[in-house]
């Protein structure tokens, strides 16, 4: 079955509808097709505990967020695991913010002829920047229940509840409670690649915090410059955007936001809003990066 493709008027908050819009992280990619299949074909329902850290505008809350439309996704195709992108669940707003409805189930049940294997889902996606005591609390509840159903917890920018001392409330729930925990973090130790004396001997609270509670340790990747050079030039196309003297234009996009797909897309959105959807060289040079933090 063939996705749709929506019109895209906004650039910047355009998201990966399809596995082959993704650059790079690979392992990433792996990690939700495994669980995909595992939680669709063989019924596992926890076990899956993942952490993903990277730079900022590198993928991780994007690269997520496809993941959890294709898992629930009515007509999923096994083969390619790309969403339909029209049925129910695929047409929710499951995103972090102005979301209408990402709490609710996902019954698969709903349609028995596509569904290998029925999953009912209750996906919880937290902003750790903005959450409180009372939040957590609250999906807590929801987690705790006993009922079999899948549970998904998606914890953005997860490095936020330990600076402000909420990770506490979430320790032994990260363990006890049959459910599937991804944490994503932009947050990245400077010693992250030392060995076992090292962690142990400078512990930060990101790691105290999530020490042997995620299985699964992922990173981001940076594309290299071709790579994003041509993903680049893909993204234009389907944009309808034309570009002025187009290779070396988008190698000095690339190369401006440091190989990161987010920041690229900064620049790809101004070519975007003009009448004339032009990129040129002097868009590229003049730019000023929106950065945070
Ligand atoms: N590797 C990538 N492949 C495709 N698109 C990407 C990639 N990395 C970032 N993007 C795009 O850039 C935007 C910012 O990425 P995001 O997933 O929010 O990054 P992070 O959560 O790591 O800060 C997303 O909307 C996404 O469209
Ligand atoms: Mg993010
Ligand atoms: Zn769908």
């Given at each position: 079955m063939n996705t749709v493709e929506p019109v895209v008027k906004d650039i910047e908050r355009w998201t990966p509808a399809?596995?082959?819009?993704?650059?790079?992280?690979q392992s990433l990619k792996e990690y939700f097709w495994d669980m995909i299949w595992c939680i669709r074909q063989e019924g596992h329902r926890s076990g899956f505990n993942m952490l993903l850290t990277g730079?900022?505008?590198?993928g991780k809350t994007s690269g997520i967020t496809l993941g959890i439309k294709a898992l629930g996704?009515?007509?999923?195709?096994?083969?390619?695991?790309?969403?339909?992108?029209?049925?129910a669940n695929c047409q929710a707003?499951?995103?972090?913010?102005?979301?209408?409805?990402?709490?609710n189930w996902v019954d698969l049940y709903e349609d028995e002829?596509?569904?290998k294997k029925a999953v009912r889902f209750l996906y919880l996606p937290l902003?750790?920047?903005?959450?409180?005591e009372a939040d957590i609390d609250n999906v807590l509840g929801k987690v705790r229940v006993n009922d079999g159903n899948l549970k998904i917890v998606y914890l953005d920018e997860v490095h936020r509840l330990t600076r402000r001392g909420l990770d506490e409330q979430l320790l032994k729930p990260l363990e006890t409670c049959e459910a599937i925990w991804i944490a994503s973090s932009a947050y990245v130790r400077k010693?992250?690649?030392?060995?076992a004396t090292d962690d142990f001997r400078r512990p930060s609270s990101l790691e105290k915090m999530f020490q042997n509670r995620f299985t699964f340790r992922l990173e981001t990747q940076k594309p290299t410059m071709d790579e994003l050079t041509l993903w680049l030039a893909e993204r234009c196309e389907e944009w309808g955007i034309r570009v002025e003297d187009a290779e070396q234009t988008l190698q000095r996009l690339a190369e401006r936001s440091c190989c990161l797909p987010g920041m690229a897309l900064q620049i790809l959105n101004k070519a975007h809003k003009r009448r004339s959807k032009l990129l040129t060289r002097q868009l590229v040079e003049e730019h000023v990066f929106d950065l945070d933090e």
């Amino acid at each position: 079955m063939n996705t749709v493709e929506p019109v895209v008027k906004d650039i910047e908050r355009w998201t990966p509808a399809r596995w082959d819009q993704i650059i790079a992280n690979q392992s990433l990619k792996e990690y939700f097709w495994d669980m995909i299949w595992c939680i669709r074909q063989e019924g596992h329902r926890s076990g899956f505990n993942m952490l993903l850290t990277g730079n900022s505008r590198g993928g991780k809350t994007s690269g997520i967020t496809l993941g959890i439309k294709a898992l629930g996704c009515f007509h999923l195709d096994m083969d390619t695991f790309n969403p339909c992108g029209r049925c129910a669940n695929c047409q929710a707003k499951i995103g972090l913010y102005g979301n209408d409805g990402y709490e609710n189930w996902v019954d698969l049940y709903e349609d028995e002829e596509t569904a290998k294997k029925a999953v009912r889902f209750l996906y919880l996606p937290l902003d750790c920047t903005r959450l409180n005591e009372a939040d957590i609390d609250n999906v807590l509840g929801k987690v705790r229940v006993n009922d079999g159903n899948l549970k998904i917890v998606y914890l953005d920018e997860v490095h936020r509840l330990t600076r402000r001392g909420l990770d506490e409330q979430l320790l032994k729930p990260l363990e006890t409670c049959e459910a599937i925990w991804i944490a994503s973090s932009a947050y990245v130790r400077k010693d992250e690649r030392g060995d076992a004396t090292d962690d142990f001997r400078r512990p930060s609270s990101l790691e105290k915090m999530f020490q042997n509670r995620f299985t699964f340790r992922l990173e981001t990747q940076k594309p290299t410059m071709d790579e994003l050079t041509l993903w680049l030039a893909e993204r234009c196309e389907e944009w309808g955007i034309r570009v002025e003297d187009a290779e070396q234009t988008l190698q000095r996009l690339a190369e401006r936001s440091c190989c990161l797909p987010g920041m690229a897309l900064q620049i790809l959105n101004k070519a975007h809003k003009r009448r004339s959807k032009l990129l040129t060289r002097q868009l590229v040079e003049e730019h000023v990066f929106d950065l945070d933090e």
